[in-house]
């Protein structure tokens, strides 16, 4: 028996089709094999399609295994891909309204470059499967993951849509700051932002500034700076040439803005610029939180001005006012939290008059004590290995070595007879300091509890950093020019907002999302004379996880149509 279609033609020209039960029966007469119809289904515009697949399924229920197999008509199935992270992400891209904030700048440039779409996967791929541009079009959009549409994307159309994301990038991150807000209701009282190091693997630091374009200042173009210097590496990696990396970020771990400096640019030579940019994004009684790298005078006078608040952290052995009366000061301090104690110390009057505040936690003072003593106990061990030389003899190199040593120099001083022995007073010093640190600020209105549980969420940010470095894998960086450096950064700054999003809604880290989410793919087969790319069924825990994320099922289906033989 087979399902038989027949059609016949109306006197207006249209023609209605049948659907029919039948078997070929031979005919003795005729000695052929003739049709005969066992069921009339009726016209195929008027059947009940859901009705028919059900039969379908009830008659293939008595088969089983290869039987099951054997009564299907020669499906192949061809390839597979995932596909349950782009899905995620992309429409996640979509609620924040990217396409069209992307789309309205291309439209102001008159071009008909899918920008939208090329920025997209160049996203998705920094955090589903990290890789160069080459790698993400050749490879990646090719044949590692359903990507609709990738064929209309070459190798030009990334590099093109990274030199439009670098000249529109502050209204992007502007227009997607806003919309964010209100999408999330995103907290914005509190802006978190540091620095890190990015290094390259180059021997030679780029030349001079690159020249601005007529009528252009050098200022109101930053990407133009040749931004990879040598200078203080946050990684360990002062051999090689790099950029620093600023990032604002909400209480929550949403980033707000980014920037690149040049590799030789001080922490404190940035806040300017960070506040300028900052300026009029509505970000209401925002208080700007940074660590101890950003903290000097003129600083704290620009996050002043206009009524600027700020927390700050301070350093504790600079030999400041800080080492010589805040830390000095007596008082008891007060229990806040678990395992945090705070004690608040006012230095000078009127307007020269600055508050602190000293934090203390008992399980971190534990932590350093011990990781001292086993530094001190590696010292002793050095120490000992090591042949003293005679008074006016050099030192050996490993003696050198142990004096200009990060990790061992601070707890080591020489003789006058040039033996190195262990500074105990150095030491005792670093004991007192043992799970302490010191907060300042210019908002009165924030009790000394606000100030220490507000600058401990600044690890927002380290979290942000370590997600970057690691999951989304920001280096290395396979670009050269200024603009390119500055849009790849951008590039994982997108791609942290979304995982952000992501997070925030599942209650989950985005590498346990994603590995459920790899489970969903698309599948390509062909089934008689027609081809189809189905999504797979969502099983177990998946649309609840949908649920959460706030994103809608796949559609099941992607395209059906004739196979290429036929």
């Given at each position: 028996m087979y399902l038989r279609t027949t059609q016949r033609r109306n006197a207006d020209g249209s023609v209605v089709q049948y659907h029919?039960?039948?078997?070929?029966?031979?005919?003795?007469?005729?000695?052929c094999a003739i049709a005969k119809v066992v069921y009339?289904?009726?016209?195929?515009?008027?059947?009940?399609?859901?009705?028919?697949?059900?039969?379908?399924?009830?008659?293939?229920?008595?088969?089983?295994?290869?039987?099951?197999l054997a009564a299907e008509p020669d499906v192949r199935v061809l390839d597979a891909w995932p596909y349950g992270g782009l899905w995620v992400l992309d429409a996640l891209w979509r609620e924040l309204e990217i396409p069209a904030v992307i789309e309205a700048h291309a439209r102001g440039q008159r071009t008909s470059q899918p920008f939208e779409r090329a920025l997209f996967a160049m996203v998705a791929n920094r955090a589903l499967s990290p890789s160069s541009k080459l790698g993400c079009q050749t490879r990646w959009l090719?044949?590692?993951?359903?990507?609709?549409?990738?064929?209309?994307?070459?190798?030009?159309?990334?590099?093109?849509?990274?030199?439009?994301?670098?000249?529109?990038?502050?209204?992007?991150?502007?227009a997607i700051y806003f919309r964010m807000a209100d999408l999330l209701n995103v907290d914005v009282d509190l802006i978190f932002y540091d620095t890190t190091s990015l290094h390259f693997e180059i021997d030679e630091e780029d030349g001079e500034e690159v020249p601005a374009a007529a009528g252009e200042a050098v200022a109101a173009a930053p990407s133009r700076l040749a931004l990879r210097r040598r200078g203080h590496s946050k990684n360990g990696r002062s051999d090689a040439p790099q950029i620093v990396i600023g990032l604002a970020v909400t209480?929550?771990?949403?980033?707000?803005?980014?920037?690149?400096?040049?590799?030789?640019?001080?922490?404190?030579?940035?806040?300017?610029?960070?506040?300028?940019?900052?300026?009029?994004?509505?970000?209401?009684?925002?208080?700007?939180?940074?660590?101890?790298?950003?903290?000097?005078?003129?600083?704290?006078r620009t996050l002043s001005l206009g009524g600027g608040k700020y927390i700050l952290s301070s350093r504790m052995r600079a030999g400041d006012?800080?080492?010589?009366?805040?830390?000095?000061?007596?008082?008891?301090?007060?229990?806040?939290?678990?395992?945090?104690?705070?004690?608040?110390?006012?230095?000078?009057?009127?307007?020269?008059?600055?508050?602190?505040?000293?934090?203390?936690?008992?399980?971190?003072?534990?932590?350093?004590?011990r990781h001292r003593e086993r530094r001190i106990s590696e010292l002793d061990a050095a120490l000992e290995s090591l042949r003293q030389p005679e008074r006016g003899a050099r030192h050996a190199k490993r003696a050198c070595a142990l004096l200009v040593s990060g990790r061992y120099g601070r707890y080591l001083r020489q003789t006058r007879r040039g033996?190195?022995?262990?500074?105990?007073?150095?030491?005792?010093?670093?004991?007192?300091?043992?799970?302490?640190?010191?907060?300042?600020?210019?908002?009165?209105?924030?009790?000394?509890?606000?100030?220490?549980?507000?600058?401990?969420?600044?690890?927002?940010?380290?979290?942000?950093?370590?997600?970057?470095?690691?999951?989304?894998?920001?280096?290395?960086v396979f670009h050269w020019t200024?603009?390119?450096?500055?849009?790849?950064?951008?590039?994982?700054?997108?791609?942290?907002?979304?995982?952000?999003?992501?997070?925030?809604?599942?209650?989950?880290?985005?590498?346990?999302?994603?590995?459920?989410?790899?489970?969903?793919?698309?599948?390509?087969?062909?089934?008689?004379?027609?081809?189809?790319?189905?999504?797979?069924?969502?099983?177990?825990?998946?649309?609840?996880?949908?649920?959460?994320?706030e994103v809608p099922q796949p559609p099941k289906l992607h395209h059906v149509g004739p196979t290429a033989a036929a």
């Open positions: 029919q039960l039948a078997e070929n029966t031979w005919d003795p007469k005729k000695r009339n289904f009726g016209r195929a515009d008027q059947l009940d399609r859901a009705a028919l697949q059900r039969l379908a399924r009830s008659i293939l229920r008595v088969f089983s295994g290869e039987d099951a090719e044949s590692g993951v359903f990507f609709p549409g990738h064929e209309q994307l070459a190798l030009q159309h990334l590099y093109r849509a990274l030199d439009f994301l670098d000249r529109h990038k502050a209204a992007i991150e502007r209480r929550d771990g949403m980033p707000v803005r980014s920037w690149v400096f040049p590799g030789n640019t001080a922490d404190v030579a940035t806040v300017e610029r960070v506040k300028a940019d900052l300026h009029g994004w509505r970000l209401g009684r925002c208080v700007f939180v940074a660590d101890a790298g950003v903290n000097s005078a003129d600083n704290r006012e800080v080492t010589e009366q805040v830390l000095k000061r007596a008082g008891r301090y007060q229990q806040v939290a678990d395992n945090l104690e705070v004690k608040e110390v006012v230095v000078g009057d009127g307007e020269r008059r600055q508050r602190y505040v000293v934090c203390y936690n008992s399980h971190e003072a534990e932590r350093q004590r033996v190195l022995k262990i500074d105990r007073a150095a030491i005792a010093a670093e004991a007192k300091l043992d799970g302490k640190w010191v907060v300042t600020s210019n908002d009165d209105t924030l009790s000394a509890e606000d100030l220490a549980l507000g600058y401990k969420q600044l690890m927002r940010v380290e979290q942000c950093w370590r997600t970057m470095k690691s999951g989304l894998r920001a280096r290395p200024a603009p390119r450096i500055g849009a790849h950064i951008t590039l994982c700054v997108l791609a942290l907002l979304l995982e952000r999003i992501a997070e925030r809604r599942a209650g989950d880290t985005w590498r346990n999302i994603l590995a459920q989410l790899d489970t969903v793919k698309v599948v390509e087969y062909e089934r008689a004379d027609t081809r189809v790319r189905q999504t797979t069924e969502l099983r177990g825990p998946l649309p609840e996880l949908l649920r959460r994320l």
